[in-house]
């Protein structure tokens, strides 16, 4: 089973949000003679073998061979998501090295969660960049930040007075916890039950965002592993900053994350819209190709 390791929201590779796109899947199922498409925990157990944060897996998608639309799978190194920002952004760009020209090409995916378009556009060998449409946002209600504050080792005063948290989805809930300068680099998981704490308020994980600086941090609910560039974040922080009115209509910012874990990335967000009515949030930045390598063996 051919698979591609690309860098997304970097123009240059061992930067960025590393990910491993299996292009193949369905075939490579094919091959090892299995009687159905692979199973959830082969795919989890492939993803958890190669250690990128996340996988995907691409298959095919309604009648024929469209080779621009795909059904798509991802996992990250606990579970399978119902959706995701940057694996989709590299899986597109994968596609397009593998079926598309040098003109910009638009790839359909479905995923759990909601079906979303990527257009891509080739910028040199191995190098694309791309813009994911990742629909209308979901605002849900304002939540007090005093106890938030707390979950990741800050208090009160590091919380931005101006910006209230709130829960926000463009396919994954997360709460976006506004924060002042500095607070970012103390912040870290303090709390055993961090998943339990963000169910009551409606979300699945939480981002913290220095507006000021344009900065995020987010990390896997039980703290062992944070995210160098997380694009589902990235779209309900743009429909965020639409909706409290720090981001004009269809104006295009930049988003930085990966700092503290010396993989420095940059996405581009924008959303178009007024107030809590958001029907399209985009999601974008580069893509490099860092190699190609071949599965020999699926697990059982």
Not at 47 to 61: A, G, K, N, V
Request: glycine fraction near 10%.
């Amino acid at each position: 089973m051919q698979y591609f390791h690309v860098d997304v929201f970097s123009s240059q590779p061992y930067s960025g949000n590393s990910l491993a796109v299996f292009p193949d899947a369905a075939d490579a199922a094919d091959a090892a003679d299995l009687t159905d498409d692979l199973t959830a925990e082969q795919m989890a157990r492939i993803t958890r073998e190669l250690r990128h944060f996340e996988s995907i897996f691409l298959f095919p998608d309604g009648d024929g061979d469209d080779a621009h639309r795909r059904h798509a799978r991802v996992f990250d190194l606990f579970e399978e998501l119902d959706f995701a920002g940057h694996p989709v952004l590299g899986a597109a760009c994968v596609l397009h090295e593998r079926h598309g020209d040098d003109s910009p090409q638009t790839w359909t995916l479905r995923l759990a969660a909601r079906t979303v378009q990527v257009t891509t556009r080739r910028q040199g060998p191995g190098s694309f960049s791309a813009v994911l449409d990742q629909g209308r946002a979901e605002f849900y209600n304002e939540v007090a930040g005093t106890a938030a504050a707390a979950w990741f080792g800050l208090d009160d005063k590091d919380l931005d007075p101006d910006l209230p948290p709130q829960v926000v989805s463009t396919g994954l809930r997360y709460l976006i916890l506004p924060v002042r300068a500095g607070a970012l680099e103390r912040a870290r998981i303090a709390i055993p039950d961090l998943e339990n704490r963000l169910d009551a308020l409606g979300a699945q994980f939480a981002y913290l965002l220095d507006v000021a600086a344009m900065e995020g941090r987010h990390w896997n609910n039980d703290g062992l592993v944070e995210d160098v560039a997380t694009g589902s974040a990235a779209g309900c922080v743009a429909a965020y900053l639409r909706c409290h009115d720090r981001l004009g209509d269809g104006e295009t910012a930049t988003l930085h994350q990966g700092r503290y874990l010396g993989r420095p990335s940059t996405i581009t967000i924008r959303a178009h819209g007024t107030g809590v009515d958001v029907p399209s949030v985009e999601v974008g930045g580069d893509v490099v190709v860092v190699g190609t390598g071949t599965l020999d063996r699926i697990p059982a």
